[in-house]
């Protein structure tokens, strides 16, 4: 037979003897701490300056003269002037990509329409800008603040031998394209390696841009 033996017992009693004990405790640690645990020296101090900071705007403006044409068959030409400005704080070079884009009447259908067949460039700009075999013109100077390309073409002329479907529409967008000059952004921003390009077309470019970098 299991039994619970309850033990009864004077609650002040106890009370009385765990306030001894811990009184004890606490004495105890007091003397043997070393009398430096017993201080906390603490300081602080802080200062504000205002600095003013000059903020450099990095921007460019694509400007035309274009002049709206009526219909046009083989051979006629649309004058089309582009030139880019630097309007920002800070030197750039600059490339531009030409999207030619030939529709049907449908308007859905494209219809070929490629730079040396059935479009030409006139008074493409040679002397200032290089085709980079991408589909990009990269203007081969540094364009400070304030400054403007030269102009990368006059007109466009469409081939004497096209052949479109009747009220076919063609547009032509330029996108112009920036980045600061500092060494080797452009090779970055542009080809996605910063290293040295030989040969080719965009040697020609990078030959022309590297000795201008920063």
Not at 5 to 18: E, H, K, M
Not at 139 to 163: H, M, N, W
Request: charged share 20%; with cysteine; glycine share 8%.
């Amino acid at each position: 037979m299991n039994r619970i033996f309850l033990i009864l017992r004077n609650p002040r009693a106890r009370r009385d003897a765990v306030i001894a004990a811990v009184a004890m405790a606490v004495s105890l640690a007091l003397v043997f701490l070393p009398a430096d645990t017993l201080a906390w020296m603490a300081s602080s101090d802080s200062k504000t300056n205002e600095l003013s900071v000059m903020q450099y705007v990095f921007s460019q403006q694509l400007t035309e003269i274009f002049e709206q044409p009526g219909a046009l068959v083989g051979g006629d030409a649309v004058t089309k002037i582009n030139w880019v400005k630097n309007d920002g704080d800070i030197p750039f070079f600059v490339r531009v990509k030409v999207f030619p884009v030939l529709l049907a009447p449908d308007g859905a259908t494209h219809l070929e329409a490629r730079f040396g067949k059935q479009l030409h460039y006139v008074n493409l700009n040679t002397a200032n800008w290089k085709d980079g075999g991408d589909g990009c013109f990269y203007y081969t100077g540094k364009l400070a603040p304030g400054a403007s390309t030269q102009p990368l073409f006059e007109k466009i002329r469409l081939d004497q031998e096209i052949v479109t479907d009747s009220d076919a529409v063609l547009t032509v967008t330029l996108i112009a394209e920036t980045v600061e000059t500092r060494q080797w952004h452009y090779r970055q921003a542009w080809w996605g390696s910063g290293d040295e390009v030989n040969g080719g077309p965009l040697g020609e470019v990078d030959q022309a841009l590297r000795v201008l970098a920063q």
